[in-house]
């Protein structure tokens, strides 16, 4: 199984709870298709380089997971669907790109915690 990483850009007009739902019912069709997910993060409400459908806001998640490549046609398409998804983006992850992320959540970049060692 090849690993992911995908973004999803909501419509601003959901609430909290809505955009909540919405990422819970993609989420559910990547595990129910034999999808392991490896991470998520809620990025919340963001200001977009550029307007989308006249937005200039939007709520940002990102999921990484581990899933068979046909996957990945059917979860896009859940997207294009959806009316309430204003952008998405799916890619591969090569080994150096998983790596990179594995020391990224286990905290090997953060510079506070760096300089807090070095002072002690």
């Given at each position: 199984m090849q690993q992911y990483e995908s973004v999803i850009i909501l419509?601003?007009?959901?609430?909290?709870?809505?955009?909540?739902e919405v990422v819970a019912k993609f989420k559910n069709i990547l595990t129910?298709?034999?999808a392991e997910i490896v991470a998520e993060d809620n990025w919340?409400?963001?200001?977009?380089?550029?307007?989308?459908?006249?937005?200039?806001?939007?709520?940002?998640?990102?999921?990484?997971?581990?899933?068979?490549?046909?996957?990945?046609?059917?979860?896009?398409?859940?997207?294009?669907r959806d009316e309430?998804?204003?952008?998405?983006?799916?890619?591969?992850?090569?080994?150096?790109a998983v790596a990179y992320n594995e020391k990224k959540r286990s905290g090997a970049f953060n510079k506070k915690a760096k300089t807090e060692e070095v002072a002690n």
């Amino acid at each position: 199984m090849q690993q992911y990483e995908s973004v999803i850009i909501l419509t601003p007009l959901l609430s909290e709870e809505a955009a909540q739902e919405v990422v819970a019912k993609f989420k559910n069709i990547l595990t129910e298709s034999g999808a392991e997910i490896v991470a998520e993060d809620n990025w919340g409400l963001k200001k977009l380089a550029y307007p989308i459908q006249k937005k200039t806001t939007g709520f940002y998640h990102l999921t990484e997971f581990k899933a068979p490549g046909e996957l990945i046609k059917k979860l896009e398409l859940e997207y294009k669907r959806d009316e309430r998804v204003m952008r998405f983006l799916t890619i591969a992850l090569e080994k150096h790109a998983v790596a990179y992320n594995e020391k990224k959540r286990s905290g090997a970049f953060n510079k506070k915690a760096k300089t807090e060692e070095v002072a002690n």
